[in-house]
Protein backbone atom coordinates (compact mmCIF):
# COMPACT_ATOMS: atom_id res chain seq x y z
CA UNK A 1 0.00 0.00 0.00
CA UNK A 2 0.91 3.35 -0.70
CA UNK A 3 0.38 6.74 1.04
CA UNK A 4 0.23 10.01 -0.47
CA UNK A 5 0.73 12.70 2.26
CA UNK A 6 -0.66 16.39 1.20
CA UNK A 7 0.38 20.01 2.13
CA UNK A 8 0.38 23.50 1.79
CA UNK A 9 -3.14 24.27 0.71
CA UNK A 10 -4.93 27.17 2.31
CA UNK A 11 -6.68 30.97 1.73
CA UNK A 12 -4.27 33.48 -0.14
CA UNK A 13 -6.12 36.27 -2.23
CA UNK A 14 -6.15 36.93 -6.06
CA UNK A 15 -2.91 37.01 -7.50
CA UNK A 16 -0.97 35.22 -4.89
CA UNK A 17 0.87 32.06 -4.78
CA UNK A 18 0.55 28.91 -2.94
CA UNK A 19 2.58 26.01 -3.11
CA UNK A 20 1.61 22.12 -2.80
CA UNK A 21 3.67 19.20 -1.06
CA UNK A 22 3.11 15.54 -1.38
CA UNK A 23 5.02 12.88 -0.09
CA UNK A 24 4.36 8.78 -1.39
CA UNK A 25 5.44 6.32 1.30
CA UNK A 26 5.36 2.33 1.22
CA UNK A 27 7.04 -0.15 -0.38
CA UNK A 28 7.63 1.61 -2.88
CA UNK A 29 9.67 0.75 -5.94
CA UNK A 30 9.15 3.11 -8.65
CA UNK A 31 6.53 6.07 -9.56
CA UNK A 32 5.82 6.07 -12.76
CA UNK A 33 4.04 9.19 -12.59
CA UNK A 34 2.72 12.19 -10.29
CA UNK A 35 0.52 14.46 -10.78
CA UNK A 36 -1.98 17.15 -9.39
CA UNK A 37 -6.10 16.98 -9.92
CA UNK A 38 -8.71 19.02 -8.45
CA UNK A 39 -12.37 18.98 -7.51
CA UNK A 40 -15.30 21.05 -6.95
CA UNK A 41 -18.47 20.65 -5.45
CA UNK A 42 -20.71 19.13 -8.01
CA UNK A 43 -18.18 18.92 -10.44
CA UNK A 44 -15.97 15.80 -11.79
CA UNK A 45 -12.43 15.67 -10.78
CA UNK A 46 -10.03 17.27 -13.55
CA UNK A 47 -6.92 16.83 -14.30
CA UNK A 48 -4.34 20.18 -12.93
CA UNK A 49 -0.67 18.62 -14.09
CA UNK A 50 1.46 15.66 -13.99
CA UNK A 51 5.12 15.05 -14.53
CA UNK A 52 6.98 11.58 -15.09
CA UNK A 53 9.66 9.95 -13.94
CA UNK A 54 11.91 11.53 -16.68
CA UNK A 55 10.22 15.02 -15.67
CA UNK A 56 7.96 14.99 -18.86
CA UNK A 57 4.95 17.45 -17.47
CA UNK A 58 1.15 17.97 -18.99
CA UNK A 59 -0.78 20.68 -17.64
CA UNK A 60 -4.50 21.93 -17.60
CA UNK A 61 -5.14 24.76 -20.59
CA UNK A 62 -6.33 26.77 -17.76
CA UNK A 63 -2.96 26.69 -15.53
CA UNK A 64 -0.50 26.75 -18.25
CA UNK A 65 1.82 29.78 -17.63
CA UNK A 66 1.07 30.27 -13.68
CA UNK A 67 1.33 26.46 -12.37
CA UNK A 68 4.20 24.62 -12.20
CA UNK A 69 5.09 20.88 -11.05
CA UNK A 70 8.55 19.21 -10.33
CA UNK A 71 8.95 16.22 -8.22
CA UNK A 72 12.00 14.85 -6.15
CA UNK A 73 12.25 11.31 -7.45
CA UNK A 74 14.90 10.52 -4.26
CA UNK A 75 12.27 11.75 -1.83
CA UNK A 76 9.22 10.10 -3.83
CA UNK A 77 7.59 14.19 -3.67
CA UNK A 78 5.66 16.20 -6.07
CA UNK A 79 5.13 19.97 -5.61
CA UNK A 80 2.83 22.12 -7.90
CA UNK A 81 3.85 25.81 -7.41
CA UNK A 82 0.78 27.88 -8.20
CA UNK A 83 1.34 31.81 -9.17
CA UNK A 84 -1.33 34.19 -10.22
CA UNK A 85 -4.68 32.73 -8.63
CA UNK A 86 -7.76 33.19 -9.21
CA UNK A 87 -11.12 32.68 -7.51
CA UNK A 88 -11.64 29.66 -9.97
CA UNK A 89 -9.03 27.97 -8.93
CA UNK A 90 -10.95 27.39 -5.68
CA UNK A 91 -11.05 23.69 -5.12
CA UNK A 92 -9.59 20.84 -3.17
CA UNK A 93 -6.23 19.20 -4.60
CA UNK A 94 -5.59 15.91 -4.86
CA UNK A 95 -2.40 14.06 -5.06
CA UNK A 96 -1.69 11.45 -7.70
CA UNK A 97 1.06 8.97 -8.33
CA UNK A 98 1.34 5.60 -10.70
CA UNK A 99 4.20 3.34 -10.21
CA UNK A 100 5.24 -0.31 -8.90
CA UNK A 101 5.27 -2.15 -5.26
CA UNK A 102 7.97 -4.33 -4.00
CA UNK A 103 8.03 -6.81 -1.48
CA UNK A 104 10.53 -9.31 -1.87
CA UNK A 105 10.01 -11.06 -5.33
CA UNK A 106 6.29 -9.56 -5.37
CA UNK A 107 5.73 -6.69 -7.21
CA UNK A 108 2.50 -5.00 -7.94
CA UNK A 109 1.28 -1.79 -9.63
CA UNK A 110 -0.15 0.59 -7.86
CA UNK A 111 -2.91 3.92 -8.10
CA UNK A 112 -2.82 6.31 -4.81
CA UNK A 113 -4.79 9.24 -4.17
CA UNK A 114 -4.20 11.83 -1.11
CA UNK A 115 -6.61 12.91 0.78
CA UNK A 116 -6.67 16.46 -0.95
CA UNK A 117 -6.01 19.46 0.66
CA UNK A 118 -8.08 23.09 0.06
CA UNK A 119 -6.93 25.67 -1.75
CA UNK A 120 -9.01 29.06 -0.91
CA UNK A 121 -8.82 32.52 -3.75
CA UNK A 122 -10.48 35.21 -2.27
CA UNK A 123 -11.23 38.04 -4.84
Known amino acids: QVELAE ?3 GLVQAGGSLRLSCAASG ?3 SINVMGWYRQGPGKQRELVAVITSGGSTNYADSVK ?3 TISR ?6 VYLQMNSLNP ?3 DVYYCNAHGVTKSGTYSQSFVSWGQGTQVTVSS
Open 7 to 9: SGG
Open 27 to 29: SIF
Open 65 to 67: GRF
Open 72 to 77: DNAKNA
Open 88 to 90: RDT
